[in-house]
């Protein structure tokens, strides 16, 4: 396995990533066509070009024999939904359903933080739907905690999203803070 910057070429692979982890994810009770359109209006080729073109993200896939089986991107240049809340965020960490829990979203996860390390920023944030207990459970296991809520929106429906904050001066190991270099 193999962490590395995107580059243009996998923006299809990227694409059909996140359709998959996203339908997973969120769609067990079958796939209706008002989450099918956003998935597939969403998740473009197009779309992921874009993304890895934007000097403002930051994506690296994780690259396992001959395909991409994860990914994680952090973004500079979005606004926090809560006051007080800082730093870079984290927009999205996707890893295959048959690939979770083997450490490759923690290898993806680490290199996300090491990336707003060297931003020199202080804390990092995400947002995660309520419901999605894994990764909710993941990601305060990471030392990640959770600090209030937001919604995210399709069309005009709106889901309960955690947001999750992490102090990346603590060190997770032993949970004492690092001097500022």
Request: proline share 6%.
């Amino acid at each position: 396995m193999k962490i590395r910057p995107a580059i243009p070429s996998d923006a299809s692979s990227l694409a059909a990533l996140s359709i998959e982890v996203w339908l997973a994810t969120y769609q067990r009770d079958g796939i209706g066509a008002f989450f099918a359109n956003y998935a597939l209006n969403e998740f473009t080729t197009q779309r992921a070009k874009a993304r890895i073109a934007d000097p403002t993200e930051f994506l690296s896939v994780l690259e396992a024999g001959s395909g991409l089986i994860g990914y994680v991107a952090v973004a500079t240049d979005r606004t926090p939904p809560l006051p007080g809340v800082g730093g870079p965020e984290i927009s999205t960490l996707y890893v295959q359903p048959r690939h979770q829990g083997k450490g490759v979203g923690k290898a993806l996860l680490n290199t996300a933080l090491q990336h707003c390390r060297e931003l020199g920023g202080e804390r990092t944030w995400l947002t995660t739907n309520s419901e999605n207990t894994p990764a909710i459970d993941f990601y305060l296991s990471q030392g990640f905690e959770h600090i209030g809520t937001t919604s995210f929106r399709i069309q005009d429906q709106a889901y309960p999203n955690h947001v999750l904050e992490l102090d990346l001066r603590q060190d997770r190991a032993t949970g004492a803070f690092r001097s500022p270099e």
